[in-house]
């Protein structure tokens, strides 16, 4: 059995178009048309990943993606909207969606991005048997056992990808590393996706680890190129 893939779409030809394309690469397919039984189906089926719409009918996709990234910080979450307006895409990389693709978008660009997500998830998996906790930083602790980070003995309570971000960071200090750099390297496209993912992922981060985000002592901004971990 393949990979189970969790479709949340209103729209039945849309969710039909998709699972036929799906299942073709090999998907198990679980499909919902509304925010609430897209729930029950998570909570039964525990899907490998969701493609979630935003507009559904009972609750809409980010209230859906917020109560399932109340208890799991690890499933990935790709966001189907047609609306352009960039709050909205933020506001669900906000929430803790992984990725967001708008309407109309090509299914050779929704493999892509399925495969990316399913690939940073396994291989993450496979990382954690030979988990430690590595302190890096005076008051900062990243625990690969827990796949957290620790700040002045504080969990942060990262999401996966968070996590996978300031580990790759704090892995090469001093390294600035540009927004597409980040995500190829983090985010594994093989393509560059949407830049605005990135600074969202970094701002959620400082609020998280830094004590005062706007001043950030350990993840820092290169005017004009990147992001680096400072391990000054």
Known sequence: MGKSVLIVDDEKNIVDILSFNLEKEGFE???AYDGEAALEKYMQKKPNLILLDVMLPLLDGFEVCRRIRENDNTTPIIMLTAREEETDKVLGLDIGADDYITKPFSLRELHARIKANLRRTDASAADETDAKA???NDGLVIDHERFDAIVNGRAAELTQREFELVSFLVANPGKV???E???HKVWLYDYFGDLRA???AIRRLREKIEENP???KYIMTKRGVGYYYSNE
């Open 181 to 183: 750099e980040m995500l």
């Open 177 to 179: 590393y540009s927004r």
């Open 134 to 136: 590595i302190e890096k």
């Open 29 to 31: 397919i679980i499909t």
């Open 198 to 200: 990135v600074d969202v």
């Open 214 to 216: 706007s001043q950030p």
